[in-house]
């Protein structure tokens, strides 16, 4: 069964093909229009989310196909106590793939031993969210025209931000990449990230404090937000929610290069008056994400156009 | 001191010096009918000091959970007070219902029926990781 749920499962040529696909879909839409007539894609979101799931069930509209779900447990079997196993059997047997956010991480892999049809993971607790990745990929392939010889600024939240993790996994197969590793204290990369990722594959990095001393070696700048719901203290929370935002004074420090991309949702990392900096990226980001996913559904179901 | 020999069951030998009683425990040995001898802190040329288990019966018992707690054990098939089998342990490639994720965070935290599974991903520094949430595994069984 063809399932997306940690990025390493596509190889270099596989995403080569996703964004050789997005890239047709962004100039031939026409051709893409009744891709997926007949076929249905269900949202399964057991936690809040507005771009990840509307960006499915866009894409699967713009391929031609049907979409149903549902976008918050309470409003889902699960508030009566149903498994994820038996939730996602069920939906199997309505739909021809499944888009499935959960906040247990693991929760996906589980789907994809019943579900019967094609499993995407849209984000797994603080654990993987590989279409954001392919989001973040499709946006530097087309900002800077490849993905080797970078230095990638990672910035915020990295120790629950999965987008994080994702990204550096997907990077560290490129030539040339560096990593500067952005980040309070407690809130820095996972050692095993650092370990069994980035010095693995002997990927120069730095972790640091400073965004402003930082900011002028990068070609690429990854804010995060420091994500309230991955934290068990809410005075933690408090206390880290602000220490890096990043203004029109810092963006003067940064090369005119610089590409700055972020997941969003943003809180206040990113004031808005960097929006119309041409480096901001990340509305054009969210673009390129529903074009991946577009090439993504029909990668995993088989549709040749 | 002197344990006698056994004409038929198992020996569990080059036990790491203190991890006989968890390999008992976790055996479930307690629950056997038939004699089981442990010896603690034998003299050893190759260890210094090691543990022995002597079991006198032939039990089917879960060389996974041997090997993960001390791969270095060498377990030996006696019949009719030879030794017909021995085996040499190492650890294993998957883990399953051992240990138990600590990860709050994890889907087996919250659906109790999912097998606990493990996979090992650092042999050399004998680190296993939870298939779900990719979790360290905890250092000590359930």
């Known amino acids: 069964m063809n399932n997306l749920i940690d990025i390493m499962q596509l190889s270099v040529e596989e995403i080569d093909k996703l964004i050789e696909t997005a890239l047709d879909i962004i100039d031939n839409p026409e051709k893409y229009a009744e891709a997926c007539h007949g076929k249905k894609l269900a949202t399964l979101f057991f936690e809040p989310s507005t771009r990840t799931r509307l960006s499915f069930e866009a894409a ?46 693991g929760a996906p ?6 579900a019967g049809v094609p499993v995407i993971n849209a984000g797994d607790g603080g654990h993987n969210h590989p279409t954001q990745t392919l989001a973040d990929l499709l946006t530097i ?10 230095t990638i600024g990672l910035c915020g939240d990295l120790k629950f931000g999965r987008t994080v993790h994702s990204l550096i996994s997907a990077m ?26 980035i010095e693995k594959n002997n990927i120069p990095y730095e972790e640091v404090t400073s965004l402003e001393e930082n900011m002028p070696k990068l070609d690429i700048l990854y804010m995060t937000r420091v994500q309230r719901e991955r934290f068990f203290n809410e005075a933690d929370y408090l206390r880290l929610k602000d220490t890096y935002v990043l203004t029109p004074d810092k963006m003067k420090l940064g090369k005119d290069s610089l590409s700055v991309l972020h997941p969003l949702p943003r809180v206040n990392e990113i004031s808005v008056a960097v929006d119309d900096d041409p480096r901001a990226c990340y509305f054009k980001q ?20 | 001191m002197i344990v006698d020999q056994i004409e038929e069951g198992i020996v569990l030998d080059h036990i790491t010096a203190g991890n006989s009683n968890q390999i008992y425990n976790v055996l479930g040995l307690d629950k056997l009918d038939c004699t089981v001898a442990t010896i603690q802190n034998a003299d050893s040329v ?37 030794i017909v089998e021995r085996k040499k342990l190492a650890l294993p490639e998957t883990i399953k219902d051992i240990i138990k994720c600590k990860n709050p965070r994890c889907i087996t935290s919250c659906e109790q029926e999912l097998r606990q599974e493990f996979k090992l991903v650092d042999r050399e520094n004998k680190i296993y990781r939870c298939i779900y949430c990719e979790s360290q595994a905890p250092k000590h069984i359930k």
């Open chain 2, 46 to 82: 190759k260890m210094g000091k090691k543990d022995i288990i002597k079991i006198g019966k032939l039990i089917d018992i879960d060389l996974d959970i041997i090997g993960y707690i001390d791969p270095g054990v060498t377990v030996s098939i006696i019949k009719d007070g030879k």
């Open chain 1, 172 to 197: 560290s197969r490129y030539k040339g990449i560096k990593f500067v590793l952005i980040s309070p204290e407690e809130l820095k990369v996972p050692k095993y990230i650092i370990s069994d990722v």
């Open chain 1, 141 to 150: 392939y087309r900002e800077k025209g490849g993905f080797e010889n970078l």
């Open chain 1, 286 to 305: 969210v673009l390129n994400g529903k074009y991946m996913r577009m090439a993504l559904i029909l990668k995993l179901l088989e549709v040749e156009v």
């Open chain 1, 60 to 105: 699967m509209y713009e391929l031609g196909g049907n979409v149903l779900g549902f976008s918050a447990a309470n409003s889902s079997s699960a508030a009566k106590g149903e498994s994820v196993a038996d939730t996602v059997r069920t939906v199997g047997c309505y739909a021809d793939i499944i888009a499935m956010r959960h906040p247990k991480e």
């Open chain 1, 109 to 114: 892999l589980v789907a994809t031993r019943t």
